[in-house]
């Protein structure tokens, strides 16, 4: 069965793909990651799994040491295969090895990481699916829509819950539902500051004559994703108490496009501010400008010449702006730290982590993404990064003071760092304050095809 629906799902792969992280941990108060969609039932009986759910049942129960061990008898002298959109897979797997050596000194192991473009990663994993023994160990994949419905629900990939992640979190693999995330990330909104203009609401970026820099919804789906999320009851609320707060001008000016997004919000089922999320995604489906990578739009933003500018990107990105004549972090700020600023300040998503049902080596594999949830040093190829939040609080917490003392540090005040727009306020404030827009893979599958053909038809008659 899980072999027939993977030879459906590629072939409509083939036809039509859809283009494209403290606490990003699902279940507990102190993490903000969904928790609405389920793994595989690993309670069920033994005789029901497949093999590497076996395996990761008997996982869940072990702690970190006693899955090295097994890694250590399932890989040694083998290679190791790994796929993910983050590149730092492959930063984080020699730091494995060497902890895998500090228990046995004459292990080794090969490894090879991958990050497929323009999402071919859904591909890649459906076409590695078919073979009794895939190529791939395990993956770190976003977007948790295709997840969903294209690597979960399909059989394709597995959940696995470290014992040690799951006790920093207050719960047990049981009875945790979700996703396994690594991190949240947040994409924010910037503007460049060498001009006079401000924005103080986020309905001010679908404003008359605004052009916002944003990935385009085609080129990376976590961008459709957010605004899925925005047809939420509490996103759409968020809308709607921001419009309340503009002026009565402001007001006039969308009030128009509300009124005119009732009937299409009931017709789609939405709760009773659903309009206003509508309003605010067909005002920036045809406004935004769009880009192909994050990374041009930090450039073109950090420059003085962007005078009045503004973008939806990727926080981190700030990190790796070199100082010059012209260019500065300085130009930039982020929308949600002024003073007053009201509305949704930015959105986050996740990158999940996961076994392959196939997975050649599935022991390594748990004990590889056990390492990179439940240490400081696993995590330490993203820790570094502002935007990037561990979903292990014991490993958020150790990273922030590695991260203040390697930076210098960052306080709510900006006093102890050079630029402003780098003090990031952390996880906690920017899902309650900042009011971030988490994506919840189990809402984006489930409005999909009601809100996603509805948004299609805008993209299609904004590209007209």
Not at 143 to 167: C, R
Not at 447 to 461: A, H, P, Q, R
Request: aromatic share 12%.
């Amino acid at each position: 069965m899980k072999r027939a629906l993977a030879l459906l799902l590629a072939a409509s792969l083939s036809l039509s793909l859809a283009a494209c992280g403290g606490g990003g941990g699902g279940g507990t108060a102190s993490t903000g990651t969904p928790d609405s969609a389920a793994p595989q039932d690993s309670s069920a009986p033994a005789g029901e799994l497949s093999a590497t759910q076996q395996i990761i049942q008997e996982a869940e129960g072990m702690t970190l040491e006693e899955l090295a061990q097994k890694a250590i008898e399932e890989s040694n002298g083998k290679t190791f295969y790994g796929v993910g959109n983050s590149s730092r897979g492959g930063t984080a797997l020699p730091l494995f090895i060497e902890y895998l050596q500090t228990i046995d000194p004459n292990y080794t192991m090969e490894y090879e990481w991958q990050q497929p473009k323009n999402n071919k990663i859904f591909d890649q994993l459906t076409a590695d699916s078919l073979k009794d023994t895939g190529t791939y160990a395990m993956t770190l994949i976003q977007d948790g829509n295709q997840i969903e419905s294209k690597m979960v629900q399909t059989g394709i990939l597995d959940t696995f819950i470290p014992k040690d992640w799951a006790d920093a979190n207050g719960t047990t693999a049981a009875d945790y539902t979700g996703y396994l995330p690594l991190q949240t990330l947040n994409k924010v909104f910037m503007y460049n500051n060498t001009g006079s203009k401000t924005y103080d609401n986020c309905w001010d970026f679908v404003a008359e004559g605004e052009h916002g820099l944003f990935m385009d919804i085609d080129s990376e789906i976590v961008g459709k994703n957010f605004l899925y999320m925005l047809t939420e009851d509490t996103y759409a609320t968020w809308l709607k108490e921001a419009f309340d707060a503009l002026s009565a001008d402001e007001q006039a000016y969308f009030q128009p496009t509300i009124d005119e997004m009732a009937s299409e919000a009931e017709s789609l089922g939405l709760g009773e501010n659903g309009k206003y999320a509508l309003a605010w995604i067909k005002l920036w489906v045809g406004s935004y400008n769009a880009q192909t990578d994050d990374g041009p739009i930090c450039n073109i933003l950090v420059d003085q010449s962007a005078t009045d500018q503004f973008g939806l990107l990727v926080y981190s990105k700030l990190r790796s702006v070199e100082e010059s004549a012209s260019v500065s972090k300085n130009n930039i700020t982020v929308a949600a730290y002024n003073d007053g600023y009201t509305g949704i300040g930015g959105f986050g998503y996740c990158h999940y982590l996961f076994v392959t049902d196939n997975s050649p080596l599935p022991w390594t594999a748990c004990a590889f993404i056990a390492y990179m949830t439940c240490t400081a040093d696993g995590f330490s190829a993203w820790g570094k990064d502002i935007g990037g939040y561990s979903s292990n609080p014991n490993v958020a917490a150790e990273n922030e003071e590695i991260f203040h003392h390697e930076t210098g540090g960052m306080s709510e005040d900006g006093s102890t760092v050079e630029f402003a727009a780098l003090n990031d306020h952390g996880y906690d404030w920017w899902t309650t304050d900042g009011k971030l827009v988490l994506e919840d893979p189990e809402y984006c599958a489930s409005v999909s095809f009601t809100v996603g053909s509805w948004i299609e038809m805008l993209d299609k008659y904004s590209a007209g």
